[in-house]
Every structure is written in structure tokens, then in C-alpha cells.
């Protein structure tokens, strides 16, 4: 057994940290302006300061919420920024007139996430094991790319560093639950992507408790959701779909905006020069300029936090009601949306999503040489699998007596701290 293991959940939404000595892992709480928690958010918030070198400041997690809360107009705030990790043709992102790489995000990002936690991460761990999706998001991922700015970011982080599959990680904390051998699959349904693993789980006391039998993934999950939300309540009154005039020509407005707009790792990064000009170009040709007005003023008010808050709020509320109200407004730019949003509404902006996830299942089971009736339970883990059409297409394939849940923020790094003390984690890298 190592004297102690960090697993570490770095999610496209939040990210969880675990430490494991001699005995169980124990999740490390942040003291946060708002609640002490485990969860600490996958963001950033750059501000100018002339006393810091470089001239730009930055924080991460619950912070950068409370420096952007404080000053939104002054700020940059940027989230989901791993969605782009296996992007080639995300180079850097601006902010100020700096340029950060991938893993430069990622680096400021884990330099806050450690020095907000303070004692318990004062002693770098002997072995780190770190969370991968199965498949990264994004069009035409490259893994290789993403495990080279991986490597990078975490590069001093911890004398032995390994990846493993998310779903890994948390099937190794279910597998604590069950006291027979079973075949599980594991779904973990994150903010970019969905991924599963079938896991054959032995008695407990054997020598290897867990044996990965096959894996699948889809860069489809919770941010893909709100863009589906976004897309149909908001985009419409941004000048989708408009028109705007080149010389004697009528022309539909690039869709490229609309889908940066859309996209919580691209939305931000739209505030710079050469975007902002193309955009207020736009304005003065539109056949409705003030559509692109209002896109205008959201992104030059760095209103994207409150209106993907909002559309968290209603997934949220549409996962333990019928109807909900979707709300988002503000004054200074001049917008203001209400509207009554049924369940049933959104399952189906979604369903064409929900097939293409559970294909991704089917992958999984033929990896693993499995069918349904050979999985005797099902564990469903991850924010996203909290939304009822998520739960209901597990129900209906398995059914609900094989279903279990629980720890849908926090399983993955309990379980890849846990992993971190075998004697062989080869075994379980990815």
C-alpha cells in the first residue's frame, strides 16, 4: 500500500479531490465564500491589476464566482475549459490581450485549487491518479493531444502520475457496496461527455476485486443539454436564423456565431477585438440589428454566467417537476426572457441526444462481450444522470431493480483515490 494516494475527478463542470493513506479516502473540503463543500467549480476569472505581474489576476472555483459576482464588466470568466483539451484547432484563449494555452489554464487553475485547500494538500502525494473521459468532447477529438496538454498541466503536481477512465473510478466505489461478485455497468454522465464501462466485480476480499471488461464514450452530456436549451429560448431573439445585407446580396448570418454563443468554453472567449468588430459590422447590416444587439451587449456584459445559471436552474427544477419557468433578464442589456418550459418539451429538444447515448451503451456492452441480461446491476453517477429521461432509458433496458445511484459529484474521485493504493494500478490506467 502507498502511504498516500490523490485521485483527482478534474471535471468539465466541477472538479473533487480525494486522499487516501492507511485507511479510506476522505474528499478535501474547500471553506468557499458561499459553503464549505467538496465540489469545487472547474472555472476561472481573470480581472486587470497593476499590482500582480503581468498585469492580470486570476481565480478559480467558488472564487472566481464570487470575483466575477463582484465586478462582471471588469472581469473574464471562463468555464468548461476542459472541453477543449483534444480540441488542434483551439490554440489559445485571449483574455486581455494574453494568450493561454490549454495547459496554462490548467496549471492556474490547479495552483488555486491547491492553495485553497490549504493543509490538505500541503504535502504532495507520492501517486496521483487523474480521471480521463473514455472519449473527450468535441469534433474529431485527438487523445494523444489531450494527453500531451494533460501531462503538461499536471507536470509537478505529484511524483507518479496516472490516468484512468472516469467510470473506473467510480465503479471502484460502488463495487464497496456490493458484497457478491456481479457484472456492473457503470455510467457517468458529466458536463462534456457520457461515458461506460462494464466492470466485473469479485467477492470481496479477492485479490483483485475490479476487472475492466470494456468501455465507451460520447462528447455528449450536460453542456451539450443546455445548448439545447440555449438553441431554442435564447438564440431566436440573437438574430438566428436572420439575414443580414453584403452589397446587393441577402445572406443568412454565419451560424458560427450562434453555436460560440452556445458553447460555455467558447462563449466567453468571444469578448475579443477581432470578434467584437465582425460583430458590430454585423449590426449595422442586419435585417434585424437588434437581435445582434442584444448578443452584443450579453457578451460585452459578460452575462454568460447568469444565463447558463439560468438554464442550470431549469434543468434542475425539470428534473423533480412536470413544468418549470425559464428566467433569464437584464437590464443593461436590454433583455429579458420568460418562458413556461414542460418536461416533455425538453426530452424532446434532447432525444436525439439520448439515442446517440444509448448507442454508446451498446459499444460499450459489445467491448465488454456483453449483453443486458448478463449486467446484474447498473450504477448511474454523474450530475446529468439525475434528468429523468437519462434514468428512464436505463430503467427501461435493465430495469429498475438493477438501477443504483448515489454520490453523483463525488464517486469518481473517491473511487480513483481508492485505485491509487493498489500495488498494480496498471491494471486500471487508461
Not at 479510506?24 to 469545487?40: G, I, Q
Request: proline content about 4%; some cysteine; glycine content about 10%.
Amino acid at each position: 500500500m502507498v502511504t498516500q494516494a490523490l485521485g483527482l475527478d478534474f471535471g468539465t463542470t466541477n472538479s473533487v479531490v480525494a486522499l487516501a493513506g492507511a485507511g479510506a479516502p476522505r474528499l478535501v473540503e474547500f471553506a468557499a465564500p458561499v459553503e464549505t463543500s467538496a465540489v469545487f467549480r472547474s472555472a476561472l476569472c481573470f480581472w486587470e491589476d497593476d499590482a500582480v505581474r503581468g498585469g492580470v489576476n486570476a481565480e478559480a472555483g467558488p472564487w472566481a464566482i464570487a470575483e466575477y459576482l463582484e465586478y462582471p464588466q471588469g472581469s473574464r470568466f471562463l468555464q468548461s475549459f476542459k472541453s477543449v483539451a483534444a480540441s488542434a484547432t483551439f490554440e489559445h484563449a485571449s483574455v486581455f490581450d494574453k494568450r493561454y494555452r490549454f495547459e496554462d489554464l490548467g496549471r492556474l487553475f490547479l495552483d488555486r485549487l491547491v492553495a485553497h485547500a490549504g493543509e490538505a494538500l500541503r504535502d504532495r502525494p507520492r501517486r496521483v491518479v487523474i480521471g480521463r473521459p473514455v472519449e473527450y468532447a468535441g469534433a474529431r477529438p485527438d487523445a494523444a493531444l489531450a494527453r500531451q496538454r494533460y501531462d503538461a498541466m499536471f507536470a509537478g503536481f505529484g511524483a507518479e502520475l496516472h490516468y484512468v477512465y472516469e467510470p473506473l473510478g467510480a465503479a471502484y466505489t460502488y463495487a464497496a457496496r456490493l458484497s457478491e461478485p456481479a457484472t456492473i455497468l457503470v455510467a457517468d454522465f458529466g458536463g462534456g461527455t457520457s461515458d461506460f464501462s462494464i466492470v466485473q466485480v469479485g467477492p470481496p476480499g479477492a485479490a483483485r476485486r475490479c476487472v475492466p471488461l470494456g468501455h465507451a464514450g460520447i462528447g455528449i452530456a450536460g453542456d451539450r443539454f443546455d445548448y439545447r436549451i440555449i438553441d431554442r429560448l435564447v438564440l431566436p431573439i440573437l438574430g438566428k436564423g436572420g439575414t443580414y445585407r453584403s452589397f446587393d446580396k441577402v445572406l443568412e448570418i454565419p451560424r458560427g456565431y450562434f453555436t460560440d454563443f452556445a458553447d460555455w468554453s467558447r462563449l466567453a472567449l468571444m469578448r475579443n477585438r477581432r470578434t467584437m468588430e465582425a460583430l458590430h459590422k454585423l449590426h449595422r447590416n442586419a435585417s434585424d440589428p437588434q437581435a445582434i444587439g442584444r448578443m452584443i451587449a450579453i457578451i460585452e456584459h459578460e452575462l454568460g454566467y447568469p444565463l447558463y445559471d439560468a438554464v442550470g436552474r431549469l434543468k434542475r427544477a425539470l428534473s423533480t417537476g412536470e413544468s418549470a419557468r425559464f428566467e433569464f433578464a437584464s437590464a443593461e442589456a436590454g433583455i429579458a426572457i420568460e418562458a413556461a418550459v414542460r418536461r416533455e418539451d425538453f426530452e424532446g429538444w434532447i432525444a436525439e441526444d439520448l439515442a446517440r447515448i444509448e448507442a454508446t451503451v451498446d459499444r460499450a456492452l459489445a467491448a465488454a462481450g456483453s449483453t443486458e441480461r448478463s449486467i446484474d446491476r447498473v450504477f448511474l453517477t454523474g450530475g446529468s444522470s439525475l434528468i429523468p429521461a437519462v434514468r428512464a432509458l436505463f430503467v427501461r433496458r435493465f430495469g429498475e431493480e438493477r438501477i443504483g445511484a448515489g454520490g453523483e459529484l463525488t464517486s469518481i474521485a473517491h473511487g480513483l483515490a481508492l485505485i491509487g493504493q493498489e500495488e498494480n494500478i496498471a491494471a486500471w490506467a487508461a
